[in-house]
């Protein structure tokens, strides 16, 4: 007799709740470590339907604390789990885990800003940068601790092809706390672009859209400026905002992809003419300056005395 497809698909044996698991283990959540957690399965599922298909993936969950997103990704039948915990207080709850989807999940006690992501699955899964996207997803409720860190670090390894992205064009579907995604939790998923929306390295598109934002609710010409040194400040502010076409009374998040290119564009531009521009670091400008002012004033009371 045929086995239909439904029947070969697995779903966890009964467990105690997330709840259960908390008191049984103790597990209060830690302010310094951004803790907290997702308890009701049917958000979790929710969570997990915006990755897309599961079915035989390979996952990579980050920071999967007493494992409610955990559940509903072993109950995606995926082929294989790794989670990344950071916190040794979850690896006994996470084992009940292992027990209950044998073979499916692996646990990592480490950190994902150090783990080596691209040594993870086997090689057998990685595709061409042109292709679909690779059976390989990164899935977490991040703690917001390190969530920024953690994203642009991801994002250069999208540029560079590393990392996570050495399988591919690596989906990821991350939970931001507020601020992030602009709402208390926001869901985005991610799917690299076979081209970039802005072709230049990606350290110049870093100190741009940093700069930028320097100054998050401020006219932009303010976060522009700070790319330039003191000295030549207003004049090639004015320049680069005029010669990318963007009003310097928009606001940051007021600007388009297209005008973040367009000011990347220029500012390439600048830094060719003038090689010095890009090393320039506007705090150690303040920094030296304040130094500066600092011995001038030691000296005129040495004077004084
Ligand atoms: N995924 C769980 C949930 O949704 O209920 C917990 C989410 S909680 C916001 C973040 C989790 O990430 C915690 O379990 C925390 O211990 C873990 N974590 C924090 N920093 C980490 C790091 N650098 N690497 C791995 N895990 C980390």
């Known amino acids: 007799m045929a086995v239909s497809g439904n029947l070969a698909t697995f779903r966890l044996p009964p467990l105690p709740t997330i709840g259960d698991i908390i008191k049984l283990f103790n597990l209060r959540a830690e302010r310094q470590l951004s803790q907290n957690f997702l308890l009701d399965l049917r958000l979790t599922d929710k969570i997990v339907r915006k990755a897309g298909k599961l079915r035989d993936a390979y996952v990579l969950e980050v920071g999967p604390g007493p ?86 670090k991801w994002l250069e390894n999208v540029a560079s092809r590393d990392g996570p992205f050495t399988y591919g064009r690596t989906q990821m579907t991350l939970t931001f706390q507020k601020e992030v995604a602009e709402v208390d939790v926001g869901v985005v998923h991610f799917t690299p672009l076979i081209n970039p929306q802005i072709e230049q390295p990606f350290k110049l598109v870093e100190k741009v859209v940093q700069s930028v934002f320097q100054f998050r609710r401020k006219y932009c010409h303010r976060g522009v400026a700070i790319l330039f040194p003191e000295a030549e400040r207003l004049q090639r502010t004015e320049e680069m905002l005029m010669r990318a076409d963007v009003d310097p009374t928009l606001r940051p998040y007021e600007l388009s992809i297209p005008q973040f290119k367009s ?4 500012y390439r531009g600048l830094c060719e003419e003038n090689s010095a521009l890009f090393p320039y670091n506007f705090r150690e400008e303040l920094r030296q300056k304040k130094m500066m002012k600092r011995s001038r004033k030691y000296i005129d009371e040495e004077d004084e005395e």
């Open 67 to 152: 494992g409610g997103i955990t559940r509903s990704i072993l109950n995606a039948d995926i082929t294989k789990l790794l989670v990344v915990e950071k916190d040794t207080r979850f690896i006994p709850g996470l084992k009940m885990l292992e027990e209950a989807a044998p073979g499916k999940i692996q646990i990592v006690h480490g950190d994902i800003l150090t783990y080596k992501v691209e040594k993870a699955f086997p090689k057998s899964l990685r595709k061409n940068w042109e292709n679909d996207p690779p059976d390989v997803h990164i899935i977490g409720n991040l703690p917001f601790s390190v969530s920024t860190h953690l994203i642009i």
């Open 263 to 266: 000011l990347c564009d220029v």
